[in-house]
């Protein structure tokens, strides 16, 4: 998703609310329009390789803070209090110092950060994270990886650094480096995955930008290697926001293409599958496969989500509906989109190709998101000339899937695929439509919403939801909390609990220079969660206001990082 630069010439304990949740109301079977997408074959070539991250070449960063000049169904078009129907009612918590179920938590990065890597500020940070083992480091060690923009860090589970900070630009070995970073751990064949918006380095972005890729990094015990695969359609679209899973065969990565001179021309989302054998060898020529763009129901797909790690030689995407056909803001989405992608091995084998193919599943209601009020007075102020607002209100941009898409098993084998979004909800007793998360479990054999539900908190706002979900043991969601008064904070809870536990409080309103200069009070885009590769515990993190020392003066945005026991939490 579009993000800003600008390029310069826990303390007190928190009364708040808590949750409604988690109802478990099953849906019917898939009906309406469906769809079948072939893939087109192509390669890329390896752009570097390096025996560890901290052998890579320094690259300077040269983004531009363009991006697609219009986002059509992006930009919100006015706002919906339309509550979500069945949302329930609200008990009330008082969250004190004891941060329950929390084992393990540190400081993640900052706009500060990210400014000292880059030498200019960026917002929002676009959250990451993922968990494994570290082969390029010597005894393997448990690593924690952070990325956000422009910046990505590497730690123990304890937040110790493991190595220093590195900017976008340098671990994926590209100067155009534009953000939407997300990183994965593949268990099965010890590798992490990394991805984000690049542009060819050899040319750097065209004059209208429609020459994007998705820039690819996979780390193993082969060392670190970069590749750059076309997102552009032939140099005619803008590939945004990419967003990553991965079967037994292949690394699938979506992008939303905007197309024609000035971006003004949604296609939809397309897939580019790559062969998992090739990237984890770090061979010199990794083939891929691009399908779409693609449209369900009568209106081209946005947000498409891959699943992460099916276990299975068949990868899963889900799309929700945030928009109509044209482009206007859908006021209530009741269906989501479930795509089937088969033939996955047809990328290194060269047999067949790769099939897409969709459903669409009824669901709950989930409402456009509303702005969420917080702790800012509104006022500007200047910082070495520079314009800053302190926040009134929040954005939480649209009611795409805001986080992953986890993989469970049911107690016969089946695939069940979990995901959340930010809605507007009504939680009983509260006067006023807030942001809140719906979440839903979908059944892929029966191609249905097996459960879902609604976690929302009374007289405070959630936004950018990410759930994570042990193979046994509750599901656990990360979000921001904010409110009128509560600085932005992260926290998170378990579904069906009624009890919100305020991890890392904010120090401070958000101060940004996004209203001023891009008419936008930007904050997200999301939030991350990963179960730890032992199967024991949740690794979360999200966006908050960090200490004093940790902000940057011209947008004080940081992270925050933990790992929690969810049978330790109390309900």
Same mark, same amino acid.
């Given at each position: 998703m579009k993000r800003m630069s600008l390029i310069a010439a826990l303390g007190v304990a928190c009364s708040l609310v808590v949750l409604p949740t988690a109802g478990s109301t099953?849906?019917?079977?898939? =009906?309406?329009?469906? $769809?079948?997408?072939?893939? =087109?074959?192509?390669?890329a070539s390896r752009l570097a390789q390096a025996a560890s991250v901290s052998s890579l070449p320094t690259r300077t960063s040269a983004f531009h803070s363009k991006g697609p000049r219009v986002?059509?169904?992006?930009?919100?078009?006015?706002?919906?209090?339309?509550?979500?129907?069945?949302a329930a009612a609200a008990g009330a918590f008082t969250t004190g110092g004891a941060r329950k179920g929390v084992i393990t938590a540190f400081n993640g990065l900052s706009d500060l950060n990210s400014d000292a890597l880059n030498g200019f500020e960026v917002t929002p940070?676009?959250?990451?994270?993922?968990?494994?083992?570290?082969?390029?480091?010597?005894?393997?060690?448990?690593?924690?990886?952070?990325?956000?923009?422009? $910046?990505?860090?590497?730690?123990?589970?304890?937040?110790?650094?493991?190595?220093?900070?590195?900017s976008l630009a340098t671990l994926f070995q590209d100067p155009y480096a534009e953000g939407d970073v997300r990183c994965l751990y593949d268990p099965q064949t010890r590798s992490f995955y990394f991805t984000e918006i690049g542009f060819p380095v050899a040319t750097g972005p065209a004059a209208d930008d429609n020459n994007t890729t998705a820039d690819v990094v996979v780390m193993n015990a082969h060392g670190v290697a970069a590749y750059q695969f076309d997102t552009s359609l032939g140099g005619t679209c803008f590939g945004d926001q990419p967003?990553?899973?991965?079967?037994?065969?292949?690394?699938?990565?979506?992008?939303?293409?905007?197309?024609? /001179?000035?971006? #003004?021309n949604y296609e939809g989302a397309i897939a580019v599958v790559i062969s998992k054998p090739e990237l984890v060898a770090e061979d010199s020529t990794v083939s891929d496969s691009v399908t779409g763009p693609v449209s369900l129901a009568g209106n081209p797909v946005v947000g498409l989500d891959p699943a992460i790690n099916t276990g299975t030689g068949t990868a899963y995407f889900v799309n929700s509906v945030p928009f109509l056909a044209n482009g206007n803001n859908n006021p209530v989405g009741d269906t989501l989109g479930l795509w089937t992608l088969t033939n996955s091995d047809s990328v290194t084998t060269g047999i067949g190709t790769v099939s897409l193919t969709s459903a669409v599943l009824p669901s709950e209601p989930y409402a456009f998101p509303v702005p969420a009020t917080s702790t800012g007075t509104g006022q500007t102020f200047t910082v070495n000339n520079l314009v800053i607002t302190s926040?009134?209100?929040?954005? /939480?941009?649209? #009611?795409?899937?805001?986080? /992953?898409?986890?993989?469970?098993?049911?107690?016969?084998?089946?695939?069940?695929?979990?995901?959340?979004?930010d809605a507007t909800v009504t939680p009983s007793g509260d006067p006023n439509a807030r942001d809140g998360a719906a979440w839903f479990q979908i059944d892929v054999g029966s191609q249905s919403i097996a459960h879902q539900g609604y976690v929302a908190a009374r007289r405070a706002n959630l936004l950018y939801p990410a759930l994570a979900v042990?193979?046994?043991?509750?599901?656990?969601?990360?979000?921001?909390?904010?409110?009128?008064?509560?600085?932005?904070?992260?926290?998170?809870?378990?579904l069906r609990a009624s009890k919100i536990v =305020?991890?890392? &409080?904010?120090?401070?309103?958000?101060?940004?220079?996004?209203?001023?200069?891009?008419?936008?009070?930007?904050?997200?885009?999301?939030?991350?969660?990963?179960?730890?590769? #032992?199967?024991?515990?949740?690794?979360? $993190?999200? &966006?908050?206001?960090? /200490?004093?020392?940790?902000?940057?003066?011209?947008?004080?945005?940081?992270?925050?990082?933990?790992?929690?026991?969810?049978?330790?939490?109390?309900?």
């Open positions: 099953a849906a019917t079977a898939a =009906t309406a329009a469906s $769809a079948t997408y072939n893939g =087109t074959s192509g390669s986002f059509t169904p992006v930009r919100p078009k006015g706002t919906s209090t339309v509550g979500a129907a069945d940070p676009d959250q990451g994270l993922c968990v494994g083992y570290d082969d390029t480091i010597a005894g393997s060690p448990k690593a924690v990886w952070e990325p956000i923009n422009l $910046a990505t860090r590497e730690t123990s589970t304890d937040g110790t650094l493991l190595r220093p900070d590195v967003k990553t899973g991965f079967d037994n065969n292949a690394l699938v990565i979506s992008t939303d293409e905007y197309c024609g /001179p000035t971006e #003004s926040e009134a209100a929040l954005n /939480p941009d649209d #009611s795409r899937l805001s986080g /992953p898409v986890q993989v469970t098993r049911n107690i016969f084998g089946g695939i069940q695929l979990w995901t959340a979004l042990p193979q046994f043991g509750y599901p656990v969601m990360v979000f921001t909390i904010t409110s009128a008064t509560i600085n932005p904070s992260a926290a998170y809870t378990v =305020t991890v890392a &409080e904010g120090a401070d309103p958000h101060q940004s220079f996004s209203d001023y200069y891009f008419d936008e009070a930007r904050w997200g885009d999301y939030s991350f969660a990963q179960v730890d590769p #032992s199967g024991v515990g949740v690794w979360l $993190a999200t &966006e908050y206001i960090p /200490p004093a020392a940790d902000q940057d003066p011209i947008d004080n945005w940081g992270t925050y990082v933990f790992k929690v026991d969810q049978f330790q939490f109390q309900f």
